[in-house]
């Protein structure tokens, strides 16, 4: 996406501002029906609404490169976002309940990494293309075919699957004498709330860092075509960093490991500010690494908080902040790079990831590290 808005931009004249609020229109729509995603995944099972989220996706990338203005693309972002709410939950409670407790935060982690191998794949086709003198908008319809393709396969895989969970959700029953559960399913809300908090403020940085990455290479005198290559590093880094950290946070316990990885953020976004235009692009690895793990670990720390047959609706009320702090950062991030410069913002950004240190020590106590 962040390939795509920097081109949208070049093409279409845009601001920072501007592009912070389609993102913003995309986390929007995400926001608002994530929340819901999990209620509907009961009703309807996961691998449907995954189908659902697919098809979703598909149909805004091919309506992309028939946008003529800032509106229709408004628009077709805000297909986007839906597309994005209906998948993300789902996907997550397939991998949980489908991993033994103490593999869930490794699991977990590996699904992390495999949608940012998606995201890496999806800019690397991307960036190559508009290198190979290949029109966004060729590219654009090209994904959303693929979009449609995959919702298909989907359907295709689990249509005949049968699922102890659905049973177990159609019932409303659990595992300890058949009592049903109610509401939310949330086993330690204390515990709950302070990830609610603290992945709000880290879904928000990822984002604006993987939206703004190319414009600061651009801003340090790199070319577009380069430039779109940092977001390509960048998520590269992401990858490797949530595979490992989820794995980091099951062997140190999850504050060692997030407040390690967060301070570890800061200092990458102060080098890459500071930094002139090729060495910032190579350490946007490193950087991709710590500022988009972190999520890995407050996500596997969740599955220990949730009733199995509620995962689902667990994870839907867990993403909802953090798609409603996405809508925010990138609005204020490119407000505030308008007004006093793209470099100066990534700094700010270093001491919003500060800001989720002190809350994690909440879950320190209460998991005794």
């Known amino acids: ?27 929007g729509a995400q926001a608002t029906l994530e929340v819901f995603s999990g209620w509907i995944a009961e009703r309807m099972g996961d691998a449907v609404l995954l189908m659902f989220g697919l098809s979703f996706l598909g149909l805004g990338f091919l309506a992309l490169p028939f946008a003529s203005n800032i509106g229709i693309i408004g628009l077709c972002f805000l297909v986007i976002g839906a597309g994005t709410a209906l998948h993300h939950a789902p996907s997550s409670s397939l991998v949980v309940n489908n991993s033994a407790a103490e ?19 999806f800019t690397g086709v991307f960036s190559l293309g ?16 693929l979009a449609l393709v995959a919702a298909f396969s989907v359907w295709l895989m689990a249509r005949n699957v049968p699922s102890e969970i659905m049973r177990k959700r159609a019932t409303g029953s659990t595992d300890q004498g058949g009592e049903k559960t109610k509401g939310w399913g949330i086993l330690d809300w204390r515990s709950y709330r302070v990830l609610l908090f603290v992945s709000s403020i880290d879904t928000g940085v990822q984002t604006v860092g993987i939206i703004f990455a190319p414009f600061i290479m651009v801003a340090k005198g790199l070319p577009v075509s380069i430039a779109t290559a940092g977001a390509v590093i960048l998520l590269a880094g992401g990858v490797f960093g949530k595979a490992c950290c989820g794995f980091l946070a099951a062997k140190i316990g999850p504050f060692k490991a997030f407040a390690l990885v967060q301070i570890l953020t800061a200092i990458g976004l102060v080098l890459v500010a500071i930094s002139p235009g090729w060495i910032a692009l190579f350490l ?39 798609s409603f702090a996405s809508i925010i950062s990138p609005i204020i991030f490119g407000w505030y790079a308008d007004g006093n410069g793209i470099d100066n913002a990534t700094f700010l ?21």
């Open 103 to 121: 593999q869930q935060s490794g699991a977990l982690g590996i699904y992390n990494a495999s949608g940012d191998v998606g995201k890496l794949v």
């Open 284 to 322: 946007l690895f490193p950087l991709g690494c710590v500022l988009q793990g972190s999520s890995s670990i407050t996500y596997g720390h969740a599955s220990k908080l949730i009733q199995p047959e509620k995962m689902a609706r667990g994870y839907a009320l867990l993403y909802a902040p953090g």
């Open 349 to 369: 950004m270093s001491l919003f990831v500060l800001l989720s240190i002190p809350p994690m020590a909440m879950l320190k106590a209460s998991n005794g590290e």
């Open 130 to 145: 508009i290198g190979l003198g290949v029109a966004w908008y060729e590219i654009s319809f090209f994904f959303g075919v």
């Open 1 to 27: 996406m962040s390939v795509l808005l920097i081109v949208l931009a070049e093409t279409f004249g845009l601001s920072y501002t501007q592009v912070g609020l389609l993102k913003g229109l995309r986390s």
